[in-house]
């Protein structure tokens, strides 16, 4: 087709250059004439593949198959804190009732925020760093914050992956060493220790025998060399893998994710057939609806929702971005979002199966004590006979027959009945017995399984699900470091995974010891909390406001071949921002009402006691917060000021060359402006000479292309916008 006299002007005009042509004519790499030959059919014009996936395809790693990848963001959705924190809450937040903000909240925040992230990571095909530098370079700080918070969660995350390890290995014996108290000699009589006697076995193992804990945060006590060692097997395992990439790793997928189900199904049918365990469930489905209008419950569930899916970690958006261009993240997001729901309901039931049971061994014991006191009372006549009703037998005494004794004596007996010592021994009471975290895997789920048939069987299964869940978790957390430092800085990934781990290993030391749990806790609670809540919401603004939700989704139906769902587009604009607004600004009100505490094991007194940070703790804490936070303002002022790059020129080149291509192709024969890569008039590209051959259809002889209106890649677009006929 003949050119337009405007057109061939604008093309020998070097008077301007475009923003987006002077980036490509920066970056531009030597010819390769044997490779830049390019097919022109019509197959190939029907087709218009994007040139970033010509480009990376070949350098970029890829999953070797879609369920790998689903496996991979399953194993780091599902963590530990569906095993022990969703219970928690559950339990805490009114049971059945909870559910229902849950599961509205995964709804209206998790699944939107999830699909975002799977959607960038796949378009852009970067890291963390690398998504963000293109979407809005002035807010790249994104990338950086979010790789700074998967840091310190890795830091004692593998801390807890250790602990699991010590236990697993622990298990290989019979009877379980936190079964029983140990035995102690005080001079010629062998005695309980004192501080297990007050306490339990399970509790007793794990703060003296396991962390050899400290009564405060501020007594180090030195390493604990049992524990260092855990942590060096750790990250030596989490290194490996790392370094083995996705394609060795991917396959680990298979056992890591999947092995974590069957052993929650081995102990929810094991579980089930325990004495009292639908006492458990039962209890931890009762819905109590009045916690529905709480404004606390639903603050703890969206943020439970928030960390359940990993979002803004950055290992969301590592994953996705060695998927192929066209594949369905839309049905993904929907898949793993709800499949992590499932799994905390399973873990949940499993949970409240083993703990029904134990609240009965439990009541059992309260009712036996109790009743030992009752006949001391009624042999030395401080009780009479007349108070114990005439069908209780004591030889053989029920929790029935023990509350009707109890409930006689307390109303007799009102006035001097707190002198009496007795307990109502309520299954109610047990059941209501909140714990958490590693109180409940560490405490209460190992005194359970001691009163298991075979219990060294099911804690080494327990342990070994616990190692699984962890090592998935770590595997997102460091690819959530890796992928954008790598993708970025195009360091070597041996070197630098080995380096990255190393570091983390020696900080890590802060963790084990004597002292260390008491900085998990902290880390836990305040390293990632509040500074991941204000990076998912920049991350919503940055593509919802800046880049544009139109825009994004119109990127979004050309990579995946139909257009998202409707839904997406309002949660994006307006209803995700606005439920992160208040989520943060609650949690800044929380922060400030309750000062920073952490619970403290006091050795004497052989229980928990709340403690307040001391103020050089304090100001660890803050740091934390600020550390991981600051590159959103630095980067920004950087960036504003013009004292830095943008970041998106060596980082998106690949995927710009092919946005301008398809740009370009899509335009109208007839439209004079479509060799003008600027939507600004004036910018118009610069000539640019060079001979290059192409092959015409059927492989005839090369056609020489006389000049390029943007270089290596100008030619690409005369083709483009040339009709067969013509060639």
């Known amino acids: 087709m003949p050119k337009n006299s405007k057109v061939t002007q604008r093309e020998h005009s070097s008077e301007h250059v475009t923003e987006s042509v002077a980036d490509l004519l920066a970056h531009e790499e030597p010819v390769d004439y044997k490779r830049s030959v390019l097919n022109v059919t019509g197959e190939a014009w029907d087709k218009q593949k994007d040139v970033e996936e010509d480009l990376d395809s070949e350098k970029r790693p890829a999953w070797n198959s879609k369920l790998q990848y689903i496996l991979a963001q399953i194993g780091y959705s599902v963590g530990?804190?569906?095993?022990?924190?969703?219970?928690?809450?559950?339990?805490?937040?009114?049971?059945?009732?909870?559910?229902?903000?849950?599961?509205?909240?995964?709804?209206?925040?998790?699944?939107?925020?999830?699909?975002?992230?799977?959607?960038?990571?796949?378009?852009?095909?970067?890291?963390s760093i690398g998504v963000w530098n293109y979407i809005c370079p002035r807010l790249g700080g994104i990338g950086y914050a979010s790789c700074l918070v998967c840091f310190f969660v890795g830091l004692y995350y593998n801390v807890i992956i250790g602990w699991s390890i010590f236990y697993f290995f622990k298990s290989f014996q019979y009877p379980l060493p936190w079964s029983e108290c140990p035995i102690v000699k005080n001079g010629t009589m062998a005695v309980v220790e004192a501080e297990c006697e007050k306490s339990s076995a399970t509790t007793y193992f794990w703060y003296r025998e396991?962390?050899?804990?400290?009564?405060?945060?501020?007594?180090?006590?030195?390493?604990?060399?049992?524990?260092?060692?855990?942590?060096?097997?750790?990250?030596?395992?989490?290194?490996?893998?790392?370094?083995?990439?996705?394609?060795?790793?991917?396959?680990?997928?298979?056992?890591?994710?999947?092995?974590?189900?069957?052993?929650?199904?081995?102990?929810?049918?094991?579980?089930?057939?325990?004495?009292?365990?639908?006492?458990?469930?039962?209890?931890?489905?009762?819905?109590?609806?009045?916690?529905?209008?709480?404004?606390?419950?639903?603050?703890?569930?969206?943020?439970?929702?928030?960390f359940a899916l990993g979002l803004g970690f950055g290992g969301v958006i590592a994953f996705s971005s060695y998927n192929k261009q066209d594949n369905n993240c839309q049905f993904d997001a929907t898949l793993v979002s709800f499949i992590n729901f499932f799994t905390s309901v399973l873990a949940t039931l499993v949970v409240f199966a083993v703990l029904g049971f134990k609240a009965n061994i439990m009541n059992e014991k309260c009712v036996v004590e109790n009743t030992e006191k009752i006949l001391g009372y009624l042999n030395t006549n401080v009780l009479s006979h007349d108070l114990i009703p005439p069908h209780v037998n004591f030889s053989h005494l029920t929790a029935k027959d023990y509350s009707e004794m109890y409930q006689v004596i307390m109303t007799v007996k009102e006035d001097h009945f707190k002198e009496l010592g007795l307990d109502a021994c309520l299954l109610e009471d047990e059941l209501n017995k909140s714990?958490?975290?590693?109180?409940?895997?560490?405490?209460?789920?190992?005194?359970?399984?001691?009163?298991?048939?075979?219990?060294?069987?099911?804690?080494?299964?327990?342990?070994l699900m616990l190692i699984n869940l962890g090592l998935g978790s770590m595997m997102g957390t460091m690819a959530g470091i890796t992928t954008p430092i790598i993708d970025t800085f195009k360091v070597r990934k041996e070197v630098f995974t080995v380096g990255c781990c190393i570091v983390a290993f020696l900080i890590g030391l802060l963790f084990v010891q004597h002292s260390g749990n008491y900085f998990v806790t902290m880390f836990d609670d305040y390293s990632a909390t509040l500074p991941l809540i204000v990076v998912v919401i920049l991350e919503n603004i940055a593509v919802a406001w800046i880049y544009g939700t139109k825009k994004f989704m119109q990127e979004l139906t050309e990579m995946l071949g139909f257009r998202p769902s409707i839904f997406y587009f309002y949660t994006w604009k307006y209803i995700s921002p606005l439920c992160m607004a208040v989520l943060m600004t609650t949690s800044i009100i929380q922060l400030g009402v309750n000062p920073p505490g952490y619970s403290a094991w006091i050795r004497e007194e052989a229980a928990e006691k709340f403690l307040y940070y001391p103020m050089w703790a304090m100001a660890i804490l803050i740091s934390l917060i600020i550390l991981a936070t600051l590159p959103l303002p630095v980067v920004f002022i950087l960036r504003q000021f013009h004292l830095v790059s943008d970041g998106s020129n060596a980082l998106s080149v690949s995927y710009k060359k092919g946005r301008m291509m398809k740009d370009i192709s899509n335009l109208e024969d007839n439209d004079e402006t479509r060799f003008i890569l600027s939507k600004v008039p004036s910018e118009t590209p610069s000539p640019m000479p060079l001979h290059r051959s192409y092959l015409g259809p059927g492989n005839a002889s090369p056609m020489e292309m006389s000049s390029a209106p943007n270089g290596r890649y100008g030619s690409g677009y005369h083709l483009a916008s040339t009709p067969e006929s013509e060639l």
């Open 80 to 127: 530990l804190g569906n095993v022990w924190r969703f219970p928690y809450l559950c339990q805490k937040n009114g049971g059945g009732a909870y559910l229902v903000p849950y599961l509205v909240l995964l709804i209206i925040i998790g699944l939107p925020l999830f699909f975002l992230e799977l959607a960038v990571g796949q378009r852009i095909r970067r890291g």
């Open 210 to 306: 396991a962390l050899e804990i400290s009564s405060t945060i501020s007594e180090s006590g030195g390493l604990n060399w049992k524990m260092t060692l855990c942590l060096l097997m750790a990250w030596s395992v989490v290194g490996l893998a790392v370094i083995k990439g996705i394609q060795s790793s991917g396959k680990v997928m298979y056992f890591s994710s999947l092995f974590p189900y069957v052993v929650l199904l081995c102990f929810l049918v094991r579980g089930l057939l325990l004495r009292g365990a639908i006492d458990g469930i039962l209890h931890m489905f009762t819905p109590k609806l009045d916690k529905m209008l709480d404004p606390q419950v639903w603050r703890e569930a969206a943020t439970q929702v928030f």
């Open 435 to 463: 714990v958490q975290g590693t109180g409940l895997a560490f405490i209460a789920f190992t005194e359970a399984m001691t009163h298991f048939p075979a219990s060294p069987f099911w804690s080494v299964m327990f342990f």
